[in-house]
């Protein structure tokens, strides 16, 4: 596929239990970003890879969220023990460019999955 | 804390009207400034992207104006169309060497009535 892609698209969960979403990124590009988007807010940062390294996760709200890329491609985004505070939209984008590229800004342009629904009951 | 302020939250324009959409941002480290389009059920979508040492950028219909001083920067759609209904996002990050980790507005919903 020509864009990034996210399964599901959509999920229900009960409180506790855990879940696990996976992003397939533009095929190449090197970096890697998860965003969560509460309803009606604009998205927020949380964690970063280059390639299979998790370089920033400072925006991982607990740590019952975790990130994973292991060989640079395919990412999953688990949360265990999930909240009802966890219902959001997670969005994945992926970019050409990594940390130290110094590329024209348009190579860092960041392209966004259609993200996953996660509702909390 | 809120990095990246946007405002209205929403906005009616008729057809043909123009939309304006104002951002400020507090971070002099951000040297990049994207705005986004999301329609219900997709993720974001780039429109167009300002650097700091532009004043205005243009694209078909759609102008960012850039006050670095003021810190500000808005969005003017010319010639609204019912098309042009989704949500808008302002957008920071710093770019050049960074990894590009941005920081959004609250998103502005646009309405145009035909």
Not at chain 1, 97 to 107: E, I, Q, V
Not at chain 2, 48 to 72: L, Y
Request: hydrophobic share 30%; net charge positive.
């Amino acid at each position: 596929g020509a864009g990034v892609s996210q399964s599901p698209r959509y999920k229900v969960a009960k409180r506790g239990q855990d879940v696990a979403l996976r992003c397939d990124p533009i095929s190449g590009h090197v970096s890697l970003f998860w965003y969560q988007q509460a309803l009606g807010q604009g998205p927020e940062f949380l964690t970063y890879f280059q390639n299979e390294a998790q370089l920033d996760k400072s925006g991982l709200p607990s740590d019952r969220f975790f990130a994973e890329r292991p060989e640079g491609s395919v990412s999953t985004l688990k949360i265990q023990r999930t909240q009802q505070e966890d219902s959001a939209v997670y969005l994945c984008a992926s970019s050409f460019s990594g940390r130290g590229h110094p590329l024209p800004y348009h190579y860092n342009e960041q392209f966004f999955g259609p993200g996953t629904r996660l509702t909390v009951l | 804390q809120q990095q990246v302020k946007q405002s209205p939250q929403s906005l009616i324009v008729q057809k043909g009207g123009i939309s304006i959409i104002n951002c400020a941002y507090e971070n002099t480290a951000f040297d990049y400034f994207p705005w986004y389009q999301q329609f219900p059920g997709k993720g974001p979508a780039l429109l167009i992207a300002i650097r700091p040492d532009v004043s205005e950028k243009k694209e078909g219909r759609f102008t960012i104006s850039f006050n670095k001083s003021a810190k500000q920067f808005s969005l003017h759609i010319m010639d609204s169309q019912p098309g042009d209904s989704a949500t808008y996002f302002c957008a920071a990050y710093p770019g050049g060497t960074s990894y590009g980790k941005l920081t959004f507005g609250q998103g502005t919903i646009l309405t145009v009535h035909p």
